[in-house]
Structures are given as structure tokens and as C-alpha cells.
């Protein structure tokens, strides 16, 4: 068990749909990532928050959104859901500064299907 | 931009046996290397992680990776694997010197070992 927590583990929802996926990191990490893991395109970096601030963007569509909470939660706003956004979205957390040398803690993941 | 490149999907061996897990990588700047590895219904856990100093790393768990700077490589070895090390694999890379950590992951490498 990393320490991560993520909800809910799966979702079914369709075309068209939003969806708002949930993760605790671990206590006392201050930055945030989350990450899609599909067949097509592999595990792909959407984004990363330190301490209620964005910090780096990666290959998020203009469709999804994300926050980071003054608790340090963070969710995941996925809108206009389309078929080819069906994946495993991941969430980790690291430690440390939010830089390049972190080490980061997965959770399980949310499985998101779209119908 | 960075790239990695897992050029082995799959690799197949039987209990005890030695294995090699490749990984080479692409970047115009210095980067960290990482191995990460996800068990079967599980996040990604770090392996072990390459930062500076010697070019031979260890895991906790008989893996070692060494990095090959001439070569772009990063490979993972292990002198005698067990049945709970089959997982899938997977490289990654972060541009050094930065305030944040984007992640670049291999397409992965599943290990699947037999008695």
C-alpha cells in the first residue's frame, strides 16, 4: 500500500459525460500527478500540482481539468467524454520538492470505461 | 523532448535464471532515469533511480540497473529471478534541473517468469 488513495476504483459513464475522479496523497506530500495508462498511448503525464499550484502540464486535453485542494487533495475533471478516453487514470505524490529527482507513490489507480 | 524505448514487450524465463530487462533513451539535455514496476491489479512502485555518482544502482530486491551514458542505456538485470517477479517494467526519464518532474515512461516490458 503506497499511501496514495484514489476513488472510486472503477466507472462506467457515457459519451458525452463528466466525470470527477478523487485522490488523497500521502500524508505530508505536497505535490500531486496524475498519469492515463491506455492501450493506444501507454502511460502518459497530464499534470502535476505542488501545494495548490500548477507546476508542470503534460499531454492534458483542453477537455480535462484538474485541482489541487487546500488539503491537498486533488481531483480530476474529465468532460465531453469520448470512447478513446477510456483508461487507467493514475495519481501519485512525492515528498519532496516537486522536482526532477523525486521519487513518486502510485495509487491503484480509477479505471475509467466509456460507453 | 525525451524519449525511451523498451524494445522487448514481453520476456519470457524460467525461475532462477538470469534476466535483462533493455531501456535506451532519447534527450537533447541531461536527464534522471528510473525503473518502475507494476504488479498484476497494482500502481506503479519505484525500482530504483539513477541520479549522479556511480553508474551501478541496486534495489532492496536483487535488481540492479547501470547507466550507460555513450549508449543512451539504462538497462535492468537481475542474477536469479523469482515467480513474484513477474510484472510488468517500465523505464522513465525526467529532464534534470527543472522545478518539476514530468515523467517520460517506456511502452513497458512484461516479465513472466515459470518455474
Known amino acids: 500500500d503506497s499511501g496514495v488513495t484514489q476513488t472510486p476504483k472503477h466507472l462506467i459513464t457515457a459519451t458525452g459525460q463528466r466525470v470527477t475522479l478523487r485522490c488523497s496523497p500521502r500524508?505530508?506530500?505536497?505535490?500531486v500527478y496524475w498519469y492515463q495508462q491506455s492501450l493506444d498511448q501507454g502511460l502518459q503525464f497530464l499534470i502535476q500540482?505542488?501545494?495548490?499550484?500548477?507546476?508542470a502540464k503534460g499531454n492534458i486535453l483542453e477537455r480535462f481539468s484538474a485541482q489541487q485542494f487546500p488539503d491537498l487533495h486533488s481531483e480530476l475533471n474529465l468532460s465531453s467524454l469520448e470512447l478513446g478516453d477510456s483508461a487507467l487514470y493514475f495519481c501519485?505524490?512525492?515528498?519532496?520538492?516537486?522536482?526532477?529527482?523525486?521519487?513518486?507513490?502510485f495509487g491503484p489507480g480509477t479505471r475509467l470505461t466509456v460507453l | 523532448a525525451q524519449s525511451v524505448t523498451q524494445l522487448d514487450s514481453q520476456v519470457p524465463v524460467f525461475e532462477e535464471a538470469p534476466v535483462e530487462l533493455r531501456c535506451n533513451y532519447s534527450?537533447?539535455?541531461?536527464?534522471?532515469l528510473f525503473w518502475y514496476v507494476q504488479y498484476p491489479n497494482q500502481g506503479l512502485q519505484l525500482l530504483l533511480k539513477?541520479?549522479?555518482?556511480?553508474?551501478l544502482v541496486e534495489s532492496i530486491n536483487g535488481f540492479e540497473a547501470e547507466f550507460n551514458k555513450s549508449q543512451t542505456s539504462f538497462h535492468l538485470r537481475k542474477p536469479s529471478v523469482h515467480i513474484s517477479d513477474t510484472a510488468e517494467y517500465f523505464c522513465?526519464?525526467?529532464?534534470?534541473?527543472?522545478?518539476?518532474?514530468?515523467?517520460?515512461f517506456g511502452t513497458g516490458t512484461r516479465l513472466l517468469v515459470s518455474p
Open positions: 500524508s505530508g506530500d505536497l505535490s
Open positions: 501519485a505524490s512525492s515528498a519532496g520538492t516537486g522536482g526532477a529527482a523525486d521519487t513518486q507513490y
Open positions: 534527450s537533447s539535455v541531461s536527464v534522471y
Open positions: 500540482y505542488y501545494n495548490g499550484e500548477e507546476r
Open positions: 522513465a526519464v525526467s529532464e534534470v534541473n527543472t522545478g518539476f518532474q514530468k515523467l517520460v
Open positions: 539513477y541520479l549522479s555518482g556511480s553508474t
